[in-house]
């Protein structure tokens, strides 16, 4: 099974920055699609953003022109840098990886979660 580990979460008073980091431990398997999802207190889980293997970017209404998701595939991580952040986007934050195992198999993972908070 791929490990994914979320790092970069924090403390930012609205209209700062913050950048997530998602790490896929990936010896034997292909990573596909990674993606950040965010849960906010009584509210459903959402889907931020996600990337594509060959880097297409998708973003989720609410964030677009401010968050961009990238990922350095030699490195099997993903990043999703956070502008103009709003209170709205104070959540927790995880890191979704699609991947194939050796017998082609597609399963997917999730880090253990960052928590975001943005003070107005």
């Known amino acids: 099974q791929v490990q994914v580990v979320e790092s970069g979460g924090g403390l930012v008073q609205a209209g700062g920055s913050l950048r997530l980091s998602c790490a896929a431990s990936?010896?034997?398997?292909?990573?596909?699609?990674m993606g950040w999802y965010r849960q906010a207190p009584g509210k459903q889980c959402e889907l931020v953003a996600s990337?594509?293997?060959?880097?297409?970017?998708n973003y989720a209404y609410s964030v677009k022109g401010r968050f961009t998701i990238s990922r350095d595939n030699a490195k099997n991580t993903a990043y999703l840098q956070m502008n103009s952040l709003k209170p709205e986007d104070t959540a927790i934050y995880y890191c979704?990886?699609?991947?194939?195992?050796?017998?082609?198999?597609?399963?997917?993972?999730w880090g253990q979660g960052t928590q975001v908070t943005v003070s107005s």
């Open positions: 979704n990886v699609q991947y194939s195992d050796p017998i082609y198999r597609d399963l997917h993972s």
């Open positions: 990936a010896s034997t398997f292909r990573i596909h699609d």
């Open positions: 990337i594509t293997n060959g880097g297409t970017p």
